[in-house]
């Protein structure tokens, strides 16, 4: 039998932390944003200056994301998450306290995700998202939705244009399906590629997020400014209803998902965290745990190889392409390029590819054609 998220959160829930009933409710409230200049151009999978030829709805990347099963398949595998649409509240008009203020309510073993670019610095924590899965904001002057899936542990950043996202209560494969506010068109987070309405068939642009530590990434931007609990719901937000990152505990410890996944691959944990990447023809994922213990990882995506390099700083991933297979070495704790210099992981002389962490079944699922490199 499947069990429904609201369910599933309100027996979390029960015994000590804030009821529910009553707390999922929508947010009223608009945020819309102003038009802008191009997001993280560098981390886009595919580059693009198109938008939709309506004028209406986010802007689209150029070519689609592959999609590795029949459009008719995966429509007949949505499924109600328990609340309504907009039963989870996005986050609207955030806003955002010091890093000073933030030590106040954060600890350093609290994950956030985060952005550093040329204007702004942010970090979005995961205790505040886990109620709201979306919110709506600027970055360098281009509005954007902060989206993250607790069921399949996945924080991604996508370009909203002149509207907002909002969540619409349905999954696919155990993953956030959101729903833009112009054409009511649906989108599977993990995919970036609508399934149903307007835009269907098409991918979202897409901007990276740094999954970290508030520990870390405060040591690595103290200007940051941090998502406040601010939101204009009423939530606990010291609390997670799904369980701990800090220690490893309740659904993100183990075990099966909430619901049954498009597939099985046991090649890999259930929920065993890999940096996953993916193009118009092809996927592929690096296992996390052997890129933290080797640093680096050669791989390919459609016949193009690809790098990634592991950041001990951050404990974050960043993958490239590297079509000339240039020379990269570990070499006295550092990266040793063909040049002899050292480089930061986050900084190769490569252009990036973009990629975020996902728990292996969540990938396996949406990708079965997908390479894996350990």
């Known amino acids: 039998m499947r069990v429904s998220r609201r369910a599933f959160l309100a027996a979390a829930t029960a015994g000590g932390v804030t009821a529910l009933s009553g707390c999922l409710g929508a947010v009223t409230g608009g945020g819309q944003g102003t038009t802008a200049t191009t997001a993280d151009a560098t981390a886009t999978t595919a580059t693009s200056t198109a938008s939709n030829a309506s004028g209406a709805g986010p802007p689209l990347a150029d070519a ?36 000073t203020a933030a030590n106040d309510r954060l600890d350093d073993a609290d994950v956030v995700f985060g952005f550093a670019g040329d204007s702004d610095v942010k970090a979005y924590p995961q205790n505040v998202l886990v109620w709201h899965e979306v919110c709506n904001d600027a970055l360098d002057g281009t509005p954007v939705s902060v989206t993250y899936c607790p069921l399949t542990g996945t924080a991604m950043g996508f370009e909203r244009g002149g509207t907002t996202f909002g969540v619409s209560g349905d999954l696919l494969n155990d993953n956030l399906i959101m729903y833009d506010r112009a054409t009511d068109t649906r989108w599977p987070q993990m995919l970036g590629t609508a399934l149903t309405g307007d ?8 901007f990276r997020l740094v999954w970290a530590t508030w520990g870390r ?23 997670d209803p799904y369980g701990s990152y800090d220690p490893l505990d309740g659904y993100y410890a183990g075990g099966t998902p909430l619901f ?29 745990s052997s890129l933290r213990k080797q640093t680096l990882l050669d791989g390919d995506l459609a016949g193009t190889p690809l790098l990634a390099a592991f950041d001990a700083g951050l404990d974050a991933a960043s993958v490239y392409r590297n079509p000339e297979e240039r020379s990269f070495e570990v070499r006295d704790g550092e990266i040793v390029g063909p040049d ?4 930061q992981p986050a900084d190769l002389p490569l252009p990036r590819q973009y990629a975020f962490d996902a728990m292996w079944f969540a990938w396996a699922g949406y990708y079965p054609e997908t390479s894996v490199h350990d």
């Open 64 to 99: 689609r994301l592959t999609v590795q099963y029949p459009v008719e398949k995966l429509r007949s595998e949505v499924v109600s998450g328990g609340p309504p649409k907009d039963g989870i509240p996005a986050i609207d008009e955030p806003s955002f306290t010091t890093a």
């Open 199 to 206: 835009l269907a068939g098409n991918s979202l642009r897409e």
């Open 217 to 239: 990434w405060r040591d690595a931007h103290p200007d940051t400014r941090v998502l406040s609990t601010d939101t204009g719901s009423v939530r606990d937000y010291d609390e």
């Open 260 to 288: 049954p996944p498009l597939r099985t691959d046991d090649r890999f944990r259930t929920k065993e965290t890999v940096v996953g990447t993916r193009s118009p023809e092809d996927a592929a994922a690096f296992r996390e």
């Open 340 to 343: 002899g210099n050292a480089h």
